[in-house]
């Protein structure tokens, strides 16, 4: 080596720290890509994205050509700076030269690269995969050793570097990726996908019409009451029974009425014969299993039921799609028939008011993890059947109770002057 000019041991050196950057760097861009944007690239067809997807399905060997070609750039540079140090001052500089290589090798051969990595793994990922794909294949044999002595001190803690990996995500990790997407998504878009995530957990009874509020036919009523009410609702399907809802004989569609009164003459046997057969929901059914059991049984609307199979309420497609996309209609005050806006700013509520139907359309933090109305929300807290003008603070919420029944609250004045949820005080 000593008849190699100084420039050329120089230049090598300077080669060899730039070969150290790139492995390092490599490396870390590597590990930090994010695996469902670099699934997503590979299956548009991005080159880089397919070479580097396949590389890092056996990361063993991917870390052992990059630590390979790291270790012998780190080992020849060391060396080479060495034989420069003797060439310019002897054997009293070589301390100097090692000090100053160590910390050229720590700034531009790892710490700089790694962080540059880290911040822009794409940048530099997916140009080192074209030639990291070609060194594997070469030194693939020196490789293959190492990773075998690595691999076999692994299984001895248990580890099987063979076994496949599997990316997936959590429900929760799921919508933290949705809120942290910012601006890519629009923020209607960004509710609805995390009301879709929340159907899991939200059952029919959350969002259903209780059983006392159903608008049906009692068959058995006068007839011409039955006519009056099919021909002045405001629903397109009603459940029809006789007596009781428990006896329920089936569902009538506005337009099969229709065309029966535009046609013949209608009777209560007629009105039988146009009757569809009532669809029953069990109580506990999660909204995203419901959703699927309406397609898969071209239904609307369905009778939630309890285990002994008595009716409950009444639950409809539309309710569950104004889980995701919101309301059908923006002011508030007709979304929520129960919901009076009074002059003061504040809101006469109907006790029997559904509390999710509350939130969702107020904006509204009230507690849905118990009682489904407020009325029943009202109760819990107190523990008793409240008397008129008796004040509270629920989840923030100052109330006052307007009216009561005898076992029920029925009318509740709310003043959303809160806009976030404190701590529930009595």
């Known amino acids: 080596m000593g008849n190699v000019p100084l420039w050329v ?18 490396e870390t861009g590597l590990i930090s890509l994010n695996r469902y944007r670099l699934r997503h690239l590979a299956r548009a067809g991005h080159r880089g994205a397919l ?105 001895l803690f248990g580890v099987l570097v063979n076994s496949p990996t599997i990316h997936s995500m959590s429900q929760e990790e799921l919508r933290s990726v949705v809120m942290e997407a910012g601006g890519l998504v629009p923020k209607r878009h960004q509710r609805m996908l995390l009301n879709i995530l929340d159907l899991e957990s939200i059952t029919v009874e959350d969002i259903m019409v209780p059983r006392n509020e159903i608008s049906g036919i009692d068959i058995s009523a006068d007839w011409d009451e039955i006519m009056a009410q099919l021909r002045t609702s405001q629903h397109t399907r009603l459940p029809v029974y006789e007596d009781s809802i428990d006896d329920v004989l089936g569902f009538v569609h506005a337009r099969e009425f229709l065309h029966l009164v535009m046609h013949q003459e209608p009777t209560r046997e007629k009105l039988r014969e146009i009757l569809r057969a009532a669809y029953f929901v ?31 309420g009444l639950v409809t497609l539309e309710d569950i799609l104004e889980e995701i996309v919101g309301e059908f209609t923006s002011d508030p005050a007709a979304q929520q028939k129960d ?40 109760l819990e807290y107190l523990e008793t059947i409240p008397q008129p003008g008796t004040s509270l603070k629920l989840a923030g919420y100052p109330l006052e109770i307007v009216q009561t029944s005898g076992s029920a609250v029925k009318t509740v004045r709310i003043q959303p002057a809160v806009t976030e949820p404190a701590e529930d005080k009595k």
């Open 9 to 26: 041991l120089v230049a090598a050196l300077i080669i060899l720290l730039i070969l150290s950057s790139f492995f390092s760097g490599s």
């Open 51 to 155: 070479l580097a997807e396949h590389l890092l399905k056996r990361p063993d060997r991917v870390i052992g050509i990059v630590l390979l070609g790291s270790t012998l750039a780190n080992a020849f540079a060391t060396a080479i700076a060495t034989l420069i140090a003797l060439r310019i001052g002897g054997s009293s500089t070589v301390l100097v030269a090692t000090i100053l290589i160590a910390l050229l090798l720590l700034i531009f051969g790892d710490l700089a690269p790694k962080t540059l990595a880290a911040l822009h793994p794409e940048k530099l990922a997916f140009p080192a995969a074209f030639a990291l794909t070609p060194l594997l294949r070469v030194f693939y044999p020196i490789v293959w050793v190492v990773n075998l002595l690595a691999n076999g001190v692994l299984r």
């Open 282 to 312: 069990p109580e506990g059914t999660p909204l995203q299993r419901q959703i699927l059991n309406f397609q898969a049984a071209k239904r609307r609307i369905g009778l939630v039921v309890d285990e002994y199979g008595d009716i409950q």
């Open 339 to 378: 919901l009076y806006k009074e002059a003061d700013g504040s809101y006469l509520v109907n006790g029997n008011a559904n509390v999710r139907a509350l939130n969702r359309t107020m904006n509204w933090h009230l507690p849905t993890t118990g009682p489904k109305t407020l009325n029943g929300l009202i």
